[in-house]
């Protein structure tokens, strides 16, 4: 079996610290975003967008040339956005949801001929995944939601030809996602004509939320964990967030009646 590898959203966080961790593992690794890595890397670097279907077909072809199989594929592209559900664009709506989740799609359904008998998929989730949203992460919370339902219905059709299926749930990892996140919230505090003193409250939370992060390579030893398991489990969880996690606890009428006694 051989130690080829492709991963998707390498241009920076999460996607490149997992590429250059497992290149000096010993792994082959390809990564794959539309945008080169701003700073130096070990990796074979392909260009392509994760929503063009012909952009992944070319690189389809050079990895089934060069490399012939792969032993796993590996998801770290994505996108964050907050925003109102009833505010927000439709086009922006849209692109969330063609990059988080029907682009996990493409890659697995393009690359699936090329993966060896027993390879593996792992799938970036989020711990809001499976959490109740919170007011104006919703969309988020949603496409991150469909992305679980899709790995694992995935993973029991996969097993069937052998292959596995696994998910890493982070938590506020130190990345750039985590910066898009400040300037999300802070676009929308500056533009929402519905919510404007509860989005100013709602900073607060997710200041609080976001407060405790992680470095990616974390993510990046997890990953190389996952890989090296013979067994691997479907969910691994990282740096959840306990105030989330007990809030998830709560019947669904506390939750609504904090939320409305904390932002109103």
Request: proline share 5%; aromatic share 10%; net charge neutral.
């Amino acid at each position: 079996m051989s130690m080829n590898v492709l991963i998707t959203g390498v241009a920076g966080g999460m996607g490149f610290a997992t590429c250059e961790l497992l290149v000096a593992s010993g792994y082959t690794v390809f990564g794959l975003d539309f945008q080169q890595p701003s700073e130096a890397f070990s990796f074979r670097f392909l260009a392509a967008d994760v929503t063009d279907s012909a952009q992944l077909e070319t690189a389809f072809a050079c990895i089934k040339e060069e490399a012939g199989s792969l032993k796993a594929i590996l998801h770290f592209a994505g996108v964050y956005d907050l925003n109102s559900l009833v505010e927000i664009p439709e086009p922006e709506f849209i692109r969330l949801f063609d990059i988080n989740l029907f682009g996990v799609y493409r890659i697995n359904r393009l690359f699936l001929p090329l993966l060896e008998p027993n390879g593996r998929i792992i799938i970036t989730s989020s711990e809001l995944a499976p959490l109740d949203p919170l007011p104006f992460t919703g969309l988020y919370g949603v496409a991150k939601t469909a992305l679980e339902r899709y790995a694992y219905s995935l993973r029991m059709e996969l097993q069937l030809l052998g292959y596995g299926v696994s998910v890493i749930r982070p938590g506020a990892v130190e990345t750039g996602l985590l910066q898009v996140s400040k300037n999300r919230l802070d676009s929308f505090c500056g533009n929402t004509k519905l919510y404007s003193c509860n989005a100013a409250r709602f900073r607060s939370i997710v200041d609080r939320v976001e407060s405790r992060s992680i470095p990616p390579q974390a993510i990046g030893n997890l990953a190389l964990r996952i890989l090296q398991t013979k067994r691997p489990r479907y969910v691994y969880t990282i740096n959840c967030n306990i105030l989330l996690r007990l809030m998830h606890l709560l019947p669904h009428s506390w939750q609504t009646g904090i939320i409305n006694q904390i932002l109103r």
